[in-house]
């Protein structure tokens, strides 16, 4: 019986040859450089992740059209989507004297949010550029059509800041299962207006086309 023969196994150099340069590739590299310097390491690699703060005295209720953010306005048409990656909340300064929680909130938002505080310090992860999102706000009045559901994800105790931890946790992987898509805001906010509560809050986002 005669030997059969074939040609060598052969793998393709770049798993994606279109993608930008910089990018991890390789059959698996996508998936063995984020299994081995973080999950997000893709993204950040590709300069898509940036993220912000901003100091908040009195967070506002999620039901509140005024709020105080930060907050990320997607425009409609942009082509981006916003992935929340995650969101701190640092001690505050001031301890709130109205338990509750911290957390995300999003509704439909086609115009830019009114009377807007503008956060210019948007920071891109290994050089990127800047933001692709519309508005990156520490206040605005947001449109409440409808009403958003809360969603909780720090909770703040009634103790003074003297007395112990008045957040816990202080960091939230959300892991990208919050999107802002095109033509809507996200903000974080409260269960609660958190009276005389002085806090920082943090968000990481990646923005990814649609």
């Known amino acids: 019986m005669p030997n059969l023969t074939a040609p060598a196994l052969t793998f393709p150099s770049r798993s994606f040859p279109t993608q930008q340069a910089g990018a991890p590739t390789g059959i698996a590299g996508e998936l063995l450089v984020s299994e081995l310097v973080g999950k997000y390491s893709t993204l950040v690699k590709s300069q898509k992740v940036f993220y912000t703060s901003a100091i908040i005295t009195a967070p506002a ?28 909340v640092g001690q505050p300064t001031t301890a709130t004297s109205v338990g509750g929680a ?7 938002q086609p115009t830019a949010p009114t009377s807007p505080t503008a ?8 050089g990127g550029g800047p933001s692709g999102m519309a508005a990156v706000n520490s206040a605005g009045t947001v449109i409440i059509l409808p009403t958003p559901i809360f969603l ?18 202080s960091w939230v992987d959300v892991a990208g299962g919050l999107i802002i898509g095109p033509g809507n805001v996200g903000f974080v906010c ?16 990646a923005e990814i086309a649609t």
Request: proline share 5%; with cysteine.
């Open 152 to 169: 909780p994800l720090v909770g703040v105790s009634l103790a003074a800041t003297s007395v112990g931890l008045n957040v816990a946790p």
């Open 190 to 205: 409260g269960s609660a207006v958190q009276t005389s509560g002085v806090f920082t809050i943090g968000i990481l986002w």
């Open 61 to 88: 209720s999620f039901v509140t059209a005024a709020q105080l953010g930060p907050m990320l306005w997607n425009k409609p048409g942009s082509g981006l989507d916003a992935h929340i990656l995650g969101i701190g």
């Open 119 to 126: 956060i210019t310090a948007v920071n891109a992860y290994a």
């Open 102 to 108: 911290l957390g995300w909130c999003s509704a439909v």
